[in-house]
T-cell receptor, first 113, second 111 residues
């Protein structure tokens, strides 16, 4: 297993377009997390899954954002009708279900023009 | 009040210096604590977990004070390669498994 994989690594899009990011977690991990990070800030929690169940969503996750983990393996994060304020690094992380540390992927950097 | 607070720095220290960072958290029910390191434009990477009795890993020492709700990170004999942002992370495991990050503390070690 090569760790948490995210793609695409970079995405430039025009305002109003939809974008989708994919995350492949470490296969043994049953928890998967999405975070958003902007310059000078720490990662902000967006949502997490235990297996295929989405257990919590942040208030930051407006109705334009949706995340899925259909088979309890990979996850997708879709942003509809992108806005310039959505420009950020979107980080995916996974962990065991024991409160242990997160392992992050390299992130997907979104630029909305 | 933010759930996890850190001094953003930057801390500029000479090589060989000892530097300490603190982080406070608001939820007394928090169960797990970590320090992560993040290099510029890279993902956060686990530096060390923080245990109740305190723990050490080489030049790095982490401590937890539950009564005062803070954790600390001490770096001894700083190296140029220690320059990075250090993120404090708290996992509120009572009913939710959400990991909350501080804004990070920037460290620059100078030659």
């Amino acid at each position: 297993d090569t760790g948490v994989s995210q793609n695409p690594r970079h995405k430039i899009t025009k305002r109003g377009q939809n974008v989708t990011f994919r995350c492949d977690p470490i296969s043994e991990h049953n928890r998967l997390y999405w975070y958003r990070q902007t310059l000078g800030q720490g990662p902000e929690f967006l949502t997490y899954f235990q297996n295929e169940a989405q257990l919590e969503k942040s208030r930051l996750l407006s109705d334009r954002f949706s995340a899925e983990r259909p088979k309890g393996s990979f996850s997708t994060l879709e942003i509809q009708r992108t806005e310039q304020g959505d420009s950020a690094m979107y980080l995916c992380a996974s962990s065991f279900a024991d409160g242990g540390p997160l392992t992050f992927g390299a992130g997907s950097r979104l630029t909305v023009l | 009040r933010k759930e996890v607070e850190q001094d953003p720095g930057p801390f500029n220290v000479p090589e060989g210096a000892t530097v300490a960072f603190n982080c406070t958290y608001s939820n007394s029910a928090s169960q797990s604590f970590f320090w992560y390191r993040q290099d510029c434009r890279k993902e956060p990477k686990l530096l060390m977990s923080v245990y109740s009795s305190g723990n050490e890993d080489g030049r790095f020492t982490a401590q937890l004070n539950r009564a005062s709700q803070y954790i600390s990170l001490l770096i001894r004999d700083s190296k140029l390669s220690d320059s990075a942002t250090y993120l404090c992370v708290v996992n509120n495991t009572s009913g939710t498994y959400k990991y909350i990050f501080g804004t990070g503390t920037r460290l620059k070690v100078l030659a």
